[in-house]
């Protein structure tokens, strides 16, 4: 995400540096959204099916 010099972690970082406490938190609200969908929509029923699938628990 630091690599580059464009993008959310490139923002995040330059706006530390700058001291833009807003952008920050912008900067991380960003990176956060996407996550949460991503872990409920993809993530959640595939470590149901895989715990299930495993015999961790039964049904």
């Not at 406490?21 to 993809?42: A, C, F, K, N, S």
């Not at 099916?49 to 495993?54: C, D, F, K, N, P």
């Amino acid at each position: 995400m630091i690599a580059g010099t464009n993008g959310l972690g490139y923002m995040s970082i330059e706006a530390v540096q700058w001291h833009q406490t807003e952008t920050v938190i912008l900067g991380m609200i960003l990176i956060g959204i996407p996550w949460l969908i991503l872990d409920r929509l993809l993530f959640v029923p595939l470590e149901k099916a895989t715990i299930v699938r495993w015999g961790l628990i039964q049904r």
